[in-house]
């Protein structure tokens, strides 16, 4: 049984992002919504013992999550680090009680169990609580860019997360440059040679 508890987005510009939804149901209900989605990219589910969130990412957070991943990407060739792509994989704990879809996510190390690195856009409120997902997960760090409220990093001590001002994962990343970056709205050339001529400098 499916059952709809509360829509939103809230207060957004139109368009910002197509909308999400969270609704109430099993497991199977979940696998249904994958199966019947087949490969296409969007929606987007979440699952959480019995929530269901289903989001449609608009331009603008698509936007934002593909210029992510090109100057995270950007600055691994820079640093000379060896990172593994998950893109947007979705995980799982084992008892099938938890289940995302990060927008982007790597591992820093040859392993094949979980990212060691996810990442959230947020355009719309209301969601589920994804740090509780990524807990279960054992994701060691999670950064969320935010309309409105920018870059955020958490960290995993154990059994939740703590903010940080800087990221473990990559210490010698300077966050309010990338951030900066994000902020703006040039085409990936001009993006791209500004990020690594800060980089360089």
């Not at 499916?2 to 909308?19: I, K, M, Y």
């Not at 019947?36 to 969130?53: C, L, N, S, T």
């Not at 608009?58 to 936007?63: F, S």
Request: no cysteine; charged share 25%.
């Amino acid at each position: 049984m499916l059952r709809a508890v509360r829509t939103a987005p809230q207060e957004l510009p139109p368009r910002e992002d197509d909308g999400l939804v969270l609704v109430r149901g099993t497991w199977e209900v979940f696998r249904g919504l994958l199966d019947a989605r087949g490969e296409a990219p969007r929606p987007r589910f979440a699952f959480d013992d019995g929530d269901i969130e289903i989001m449609s990412p608009g331009r603008a957070h698509e936007v934002t999550r593909s210029k992510f991943g090109t100057l995270l990407e950007l600055y691994f060739l820079h640093a000379r680090i060896r990172a593994y792509p998950w893109g947007s994989t979705r995980l799982s704990v084992p008892n099938n009680k938890k289940s995302l879809e990060p927008d982007e996510a790597y591992a820093l190390s040859e392993r094949d169990d979980r990212p060691d690195l996810a990442i959230e856009v947020v355009y719309t409120s209301g969601g589920l609580d994804k740090l509780k997902i990524y807990a279960a997960l054992e994701v060691p760090e999670v950064w969320f860019w935010t309309a409105g409220e920018g870059l955020r990093v958490f960290v995993l001590r154990g059994d939740g997360y703590v903010p940080s001002a800087s990221s473990p994962q990559l210490p010698k990343l300077d966050l309010s440059l990338l951030e900066r970056h994000l902020g703006l709205n040039n085409d990936l050339f001009e993006l791209q040679s500004s990020f690594l001529a800060a980089l360089n400098a």
